[in-house]
Structures are given as structure tokens and as C-alpha cells.
């Protein structure tokens, strides 16, 4: 067998020496001997004829880089000379000539058919070129009603791009049909993404809360009876309006420099009134909210 994957770039032959059939001769020793002695000599032939092969890439590829580093020694040699002769004491760039100049760009060279009949190693192309021929059956060509070619029945160099683009233009006509999905439900939903938008969070209701006292500092989701929210809740267990309260309104406290009334008769379970610091004016719509 010659080449298999992976893909054999040389082959030493004879592989075995010995494993031969014997003629009809009389000393069958010596004739394996003589058998054995030639192989050895034709190993040793074909091994030094891939050392030529592969000195000879290196020797290649050696005296590419050589003229590759020739020419950069060059580059070198001519921008040292440019460094030197400038002097910044006597010749003054200034930055708007900097900037008009245009910075260094490399060059990519994308070069194609890297795999070409014309690129492969010589001991490959001479691998190919000992094959056997594929059967001629172009001639049955003309007579197919299809129109294919009969010899892609056989082998089909071919194959494996047809199926690489086959791939690629299923997978672009996938992420079209996504994209016009995408732009359909945007027409269809100009607004979908602001239906409801998320509120701020900030500290001042926390603090207004914490003003009136312990009992009004409940969390965020919680609601008061049948569904009303917690700032809406009084002590006595009251539901306030909508019109009249207010986050920022509560019923204020006692004014201190004022007289003091007595204060408001609280159930057991309730807290005491809140500290003289955080107490309000006296406001004439005292008993709005209650």
C-alpha cells in the first residue's frame, strides 16, 4: 500500500528484505544471502536518494531566507543612515507635518491555490504519478441523460468544496431568514422593549419613611390591606386617597416650640411618636390624609 492517511511523503523501499519466494536452486542459503544483500543495497540507494531530497528543500528555504535577510540588512543599513542625518537641534518638525504624514501600512500578499498540482513535493508527485489511471469513463458521458459526468461516479476531486459551499450558503440563508425574523418583529413592535420600563431606585422614600417612624419602614413589594401600597397605610389601619396623600406627605408631628397637645391615643402593639428632630410646622389640613 502506498499512501494512506496521514499521507506518506516518503517511502524508503524495500520494506522487507527477506520475504521472498526461492527459485529452484541448489544452495537455497546462499540465495537469500545474495537476495538479501541486494535489498539492503537497493534501501540504502533509495535512502540516500530522499537525504538528496530533503538537503535540497533545506538548501532551498535556506537561500530564500538568505535573500530574504540581504534585503532587510539593506532596509536597515539605508534607515540608519536617514536616523543620522537628521539633527533635531538644526531642522525643527513641527507636529502638524507629523500628523500630515501618512503612518506605515505593511503589505499582506494573500496568495491562492496553495494545494495545486503545481505545489506538491516531488516525492508526492512521483507517488502520483506511479498510480494506476481511473477507468475511461468519460466516453459514457454523452449517453447519460442527466448530463453528469460519469467519471464523478468513480472520483470526484471536487466533492468535499461542493460540500463546503453547500454548507456556507445554508448557514448565510439561515442568518438572513433570523434577520428578517428580527426586523419583521421590530416592525410589527416599535415599543416592545419600553413597555415597562424599570423605575429608579432611590433613598428618599426610605428616609421619608424612617421620618414618621419604625412602623412605616416595610420593603419595597410588600402592600398594605387589599392591594394599596404601603405609604398609603396609617397606623390606625386607615387607607388614604390618592388625591390628598402624597410619598412626601404623612401627617406631621406635634410642634415643639408651640404647645404641645397631648398626644394621639395609640393601640398597645404601636410605637411611641417620632423624635423632636424630625418633626414639621403644624400645617392647617392637619387631618387630610387621616
Avoid at 211 to 225: L, N, T, Y
Amino acid at each position: 500500500s502506498r499512501s494512506t492517511m496521514p499521507l506518506v511523503t516518503r517511502n524508503i523501499e524495500p520494506r522487507h528484505l527477506c520475504r521472498q519466494t526461492l527459485p529452484s536452486v541448489r544452495s537455497e542459503l546462499e540465495c537469500m544471502t545474495n537476495i538479501t544483500l541486494a535489498n539492503v543495497i537497493r534501501q540504502l540507494g533509495s535512502l540516500s536518494k530522499f537525504a538528496e531530497d530533503i538537503f535540497g528543500e533545506l538548501f532551498t528555504q535556506a537561500n530564500t531566507f538568505a535573500s530574504r535577510m540581504s534585503v532587510l540588512v539593506e532596509r536597515v543599513d539605508r534607515l540608519q543612515v536617514k536616523v543620522t542625518q537628521l539633527d533635531p537641534k538644526e531642522e525643527e518638525v513641527s507636529l502638524q507635518g507629523i500628523n500630515t504624514r501618512k503612518a506605515f501600512k505593511s503589505s499582506t500578499t494573500q496568495d491562492q491555490k496553495l494545494f495545486d498540482r503545481d505545489s506538491l513535493p516531488v516525492p508526492v508527485l512521483e507517488t502520483y504519478r506511479t498510480c494506476n489511471t481511473p477507468p475511461p469513463l468519460n466516453i459514457l458521458s454523452p449517453y447519460r441523460d442527466d448530463g453528469k459526468e460519469a467519471l464523478k461516479f468513480y472520483t470526484d476531486p471536487s466533492y468535499f468544496f461542493d460540500l463546503w459551499r453547500e454548507k456556507m450558503l445554508q448557514d448565510t440563508k439561515d442568518i438572513m431568514k433570523e434577520k428578517r425574523k428580527h426586523r419583521k418583529e421590530k416592525k410589527e413592535n416599535p415599543n416592545r422593549g419600553n413597555v415597562n420600563p424599570r423605575k429608579i431606585k432611590t433613598r428618599k422614600e426610605e428616609w421619608e419613611k424612617l421620618k414618621m417612624g419604625q412602623e412605616f419602614v416595610e420593603s419595597k413589594d410588600k402592600h398594605g390591606p387589599a392591594g394599596y401600597p404601603s405609604n398609603m397605610v396609617y397606623q390606625n389601619g386607615s387607607i388614604g386617597s390618592n388625591e390628598s396623600v402624597d410619598a412626601n406627605c404623612y401627617p406631621p408631628p406635634p410642634q415643639t416650640d408651640s404647645i404641645v397637645p397631648p398626644p394621639p391615643s395609640f393601640p398597645d402593639d404601636s410605637l411611641p411618636p417620632p423624635p423632636v428632630e424630625f418633626s414639621y410646622p403644624v400645617d392647617n389640613h392637619r387631618g387630610s390624609g387621616s
